[in-house]
């Protein structure tokens, strides 16, 4: 084997190997949201000056944005969590298709793309471990706003007719409401011609982020967080220095540390509204969690079962459903959750099984028999939330356990062994044989 082959190797093959069954205790600080991050950096394809993100989370996720971008052409510089972009020389209007297959929120170049140039090519996604994921809702909207889209050999064309090749506002009614499609649209309609509705728009708080730093940006945007949002297109938009906003979904896998190991912590910093239907389910199943303005404490004894099932936000999040099984693995009672958002995402079920859990399946629906104890055993992270699962069901088994599929993790947690282990767990990161 060449030297590069085991390189290669030792970095796409890591493991954490937990001890579990350890107490954890202190305070614990949330990164920036990956998801807001993302869509955030898309941004700096509508405007020639700098758009300066603080609070950017050292992820590879975010690394691969970066590469989508300066492929288009776009100057990025990191500075620690600070990220500097400039579009001032955007000079494709095509995203390779690597780059998309391997980041499929790259996806959504295309709107700032159309909105800047009048023209984008972009490979399609395709599916990923948690369902088939289609652009259906984008493509649609983007049509209502004017461009002409065909789909061809796997790649979506769009162009703008006409002189000035500029998007005209109108009229979309989202079928679902989906975060990307409306951040999409979004990003489409500011600098369009004239008044954009977003019916059944997506109403995640990573879309107000967005809508925040359009604003800043000159952009004039109503109704994020509503169902219904409206933008009246402005000609330009100008630079902006923005913070991204605590990830929720990192927050909340750290509230189900502190829960599966029966232990109290501090998160800071959290917007609590951004975890309500969380922070409930914690409640109900015995945790004690107060806020002081700035993070959130939680105190976990005993744990009893709830039945959740996933939807759009204010609903429950389908990205803290499989962190939220291994938890209920543990409670005491028979709990009932169901996923409705993505098709494919349980498949840490059997991994959790393999742990000792008791879990029967019905459709998209599982049915989860708290057990005494899970036992440590060597595990797969089938997707990023699946991976933090199996973390979290490490921390809380007898022994030993392997998770497997630490680069999905990388992709969505900054240094979470690192962060785990400062408040008492003990995980080390190892290269498997
Ligand atoms: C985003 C998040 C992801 C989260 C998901 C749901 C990012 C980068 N990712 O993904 O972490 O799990 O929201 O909260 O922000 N759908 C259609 N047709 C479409 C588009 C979507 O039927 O054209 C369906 C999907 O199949 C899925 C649902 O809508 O069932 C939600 O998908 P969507 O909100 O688009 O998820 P993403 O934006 O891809």
Known sequence: ????????????????????????????????????????????????????????PPLTDITGMGEMLSSLGAQVVRKGDVLELTGDRISSAAAPYELVNSLRASFFCIGPLLARMGMARVPLPGGCQIGTRPVVEHVKGLKALGAQVTIEHGVVNAVVPGRGHRLKGGRIHLDCPSVGATETLMMAAVLADGETVIDNAAQEPEVVDLAGLLIAMGARVRGAGTPTITIVGVERLHGADYAVIPDRIEAGTLLLAAAITRSNLRITPVIPEHLGAVITKLEEAGCVISHDGIGLTIEARQINAVDLRT????????????????????????????????????????????????????????????????????????????????????????????????EYLDRGYAFLEEKLNAVGALIRRVNAA
């Open 1 to 56: 084997m060449t030297l590069a082959a085991v390189r290669s190797r030792v970095v796409l093959n890591p493991q954490l190997e937990i001890a579990g069954g350890r107490q954890l205790s202190g305070e614990l600080t949330v990164s920036g949201a990956k998801n807001s991050a993302l869509v955030l950096m898309a941004t700096c394809l509508l405007s020639r000056d700098t758009v300066r993100l603080r609070n950017v």
């Open 311 to 406: 939807q759009p936000f204010p609903g429950f999040p389908t990205d803290l459903q499989a962190p939220f099984m291994s938890l209920l693995a543990t409670a005491r009672g028979t709990s009932v959750i169901t996923e409705n958002i993505f098709e494919n995402r349980l498949q840490h079920v059997a991994e959790l099984q393999r742990m000792g859990a008791a879990i029967r399946m019905q459709g998209n629906t599982a049915f989860v028999e708290g057990v005494p104890r899970l036992s440590g055993a060597p595990v797969q992270g089938t997707d990023l939330r699946a991976a933090a699962a199996m973390v979290l069901a490490g921390l809380a088994a007898d022994g030993i356990t392997t998770v497997s599929g630490i």
